[in-house]
């Protein structure tokens, strides 16, 4: 029996094609050199897999010479490897052409130096720079936006229909170092998003109150209407006063700022984008922080209800006049946008 045995085996080495004896050589020859690599179990890299991917489909008789893996894991490649293909060659691009890679990082900048801005504002920067981005693709760039609650329809249309003749005047409260508590007077012309007046006390009175509407409107400047709440501070001088400057007053309803929603946005922006990065030490310092904020709030700063441009209206820099170039105001917690050639 083992006589008939090996001169099988030497019929079949004597039958079997060169070609078959060159594949079998190399499959023995890439197993040694996997199992020679220095680790305690090698591992088949994708070159390897590759190879007995290639190695299946030009000799079929390639299982015999498999040690390294089971030849289910060899057809389990090839069917990866057929999906990667075809899902590669299919690939198609759709949706909206991507926002140039210029714009991303001016976008990253911008959120980058002006922690307190969200999608709305970095956009209307972007438009006058001359990058016509819509303000959905700007906020995918940002981690979150702010959304915006809308007033009540009604004082809408009226502030709508009369915001040519309509200013509104507010108080708000500021805490010193010291712990004292410092009032802030504000007078706001809505036509423009205009403060027309701004000034500080430590103790307020409607003669006080008064004093101020006669400096904010000097000559004939006074609005129609002014929209105020009902705090009592505006007591009867107020009222002459209002008079005497031929200024019909509108009183909101009790504990409903939302009625007097531009001096409340005004007041809110203040606090947002100034009040609460700085430490007021006194009056006096508290003056000078106001009116470097209120340059950059009518010279630079983008409103929505202007049209995304400021108080005192930006031209748009194309980008042919050359690269952006940041400008710090407010003692570098906001920049304004221009380009230099």
Known sequence: MKLFHLIGCVLRLLLRSRRQLVLENLALRQQLAILSRQR??????????FFWVCLAQLWAGWRSALIVVQPDTVIRWHR??????????????????????EVRALIAR???ENPTWGAPRIQAELCLLGHNIAEATVAKYLARTRPRKPPSQTWKTFLKNHVGTLASMD????PTATFRRLYVFVI??????????????????????????REAFPFETAPRYLIRDRDGIYG??????????????VVTSPRSPWQNPYVERLIGSIRRELLDHVIVLNER?????????????????PHMGLGHNAPEPRAVDPPERGRVVAEPMVGGLHHRYHRCG
């Not at 990866?80 to 890679?101: C, D, E, L, M, Y």
């Not at 205009?194 to 006390?201: A, K, L, S």
Request: hydrophobic share 35%; aromatic share 10%; net charge positive.
């Open 80 to 101: 990866q490897g057929f999906r990667r293909w075809w899902r590669w060659k299919s690939r198609t691009k759709r949706g909206r052409p991507q926002v140039a890679k």
């Open 285 to 301: 310092h508290l003056r000078r922080l106001l009116s470097s904020y209120l340059e950059y709030y009518h010279q630079a700063r």
């Open 110 to 112: 911008m959120a980058g």
């Open 236 to 249: 009867n001088e107020v009222r002459r006063c209002l008079a005497s400057l031929n200024i019909e007053e």
């Open 171 to 174: 108080f708000f409260t500021v």
């Open 40 to 49: 305690p179990r090698p591992r088949l890299g994708v070159r390897d897999r």
């Open 188 to 213: 706001l012309h809505h036509a423009r998003r205009r403060v027309v007046h701004v000034n500080v006390t430590t103790r307020p009175t409607a003669a006080w109150v008064a004093q101020q509407l």
